[in-house]
């Protein structure tokens, strides 16, 4: 085995440096690629031109995933040989792939996001003006998104003619791991606050829980401001103001949604980079999609994949190639060689293609931008975070349940009789909703009620609820002839209700 080998066999791939009397020389990472679809291909090309050029020390393990695999018959859009590459590299570069419609295919980066416990989706937007047009000249924002839960669990079920369901699963573990990352990160990159975006007013429990979680994590870090907004409102805000805002946390969806917001109002949701971190493995990416419209046109602006290679270099110990490369694009811009999508008569030099615009980078390598503000990446290596403890277990009582229930009439008082007959001697029918919406007792009739109807039984008085009794409800149901399609336990956790009443209870 050569040196190389063997040091490398030594070093994990998170932590590819070899010190030799005080001067860090760099070895070779092995990084896995795939180059995607629509102007992947491209954008990758150009990419890995440009950090090549500028003395990143990777070795390239290259993947087909996406469309082709896809319309392959492989639904999952990825080959098992892939995955264990993937695995093994634990470093994974992805241009954009296009998921097609229909046929129930998953997303291939909502699934290796989830695979391999990347749960760290970090997303920075910082406007380059005067030289790339925007309305937000001095917005400097890294989006934190949580990657593994939420609405993304992708669990769905059609339960009625009328209704399909999508569960959020918000785990307080994801919370934690999130909200802590975001702290750490501000705290290395010397940034003072951080804003946590949920929509705890409506969805009390879960974004409730991501919002207790930030309150809690946020008194460890008393050096760095701390904030909460109302998701809607500070959307609006973000789009209006967002110098107003450093570092933002928020789950999924909301992250999804807020940083193409956010990376488009810098001047084109083309420029921006994503990092995908996770414990073991980590992946990068720009935040855009395959643009398939633009596909072989040599016209896309590589600078978003190119940003999430930047996050990559900085990841595996080999800053001083992406500040390097960082500048080089800086001093690009500045020079005002942009691309389509930035291209704009006043602030522009000439309208560039991809491979142009990667070679004027190129050129550049060891410039610095002379306006815009020079990286510098000293303190950038990838974040250690300990890893997440159990919590002791909570004291967990059961109050009663909700069984949901199929049922085409429209009068919840005529659905209150039926369901009283399958009342038990310890559970009572308490309440009727309709999407969430008490309808019974005390409805009102202007309430829109479709076929699918929330029924909650608890038990009278003081008596617990025992859960021998779901069983009993149901066979009572089966033997009524009522359709239910599922139920769901109302615990009280360490002595306090935690399910969502019935709006208007
Ligand atoms: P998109 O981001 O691919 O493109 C939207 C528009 O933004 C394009 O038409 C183009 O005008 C512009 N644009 C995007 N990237 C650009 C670039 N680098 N340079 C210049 N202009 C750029 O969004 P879409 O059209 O909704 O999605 C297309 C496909 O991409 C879908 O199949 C979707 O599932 C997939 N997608 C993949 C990823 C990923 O791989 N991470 C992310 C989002 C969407």
Redesign the pocket.
Known sequence: MDNIANINKIYSAGTPRFALSKKIYLIMTKITVAK?D??GPE?MDATLDIILAAGAKIEIDEIEVGEKVYLAGNTSGISPESWETIRRNKIFLKA????PQGGGYK?L?VTTRKFLGLYSNVRPCRSLHPFVNTKHPVMDIVIIRENEEDLYAGIEHQQTDEVVQCLKLISRPGCEKIVRYAFEYAKQQSRKKVTCFTKDNIMKQTDGLFHQVFDEIAKEYPEIENEHWIIDIGAAKLADTPEAFDVIVMPNLYGDVLSDVAAQITG???LAGSANIGEECAMF??I???????AGQN????S?LLQGAIMMLNHIGQTEVAEKVQNAWLKTLEDGFH???IFNAKTSKLCVGTKEFAKAVIANLGNKPSTLKPVSYASNAALNLPKYKRKPAAHKTLEGVDVFVHWNGTDPAELAAKIKSIETNGSKLTMITNRGIKVWPDGFKETFCTDHWRCRFKPEGQTAFDKKDIIILLANAVNENIDTIKTENLYAINGKAVYSLGQGQ
């Open positions: 995607g629509g102007i954008i954009p792939i296009t998921t997303s980066n084109s949701v083309g990416e720009a855009h999609g395959s643009a398939p419209r633009r016209a896309a602006n590589p978003g691309t389509y999508d």
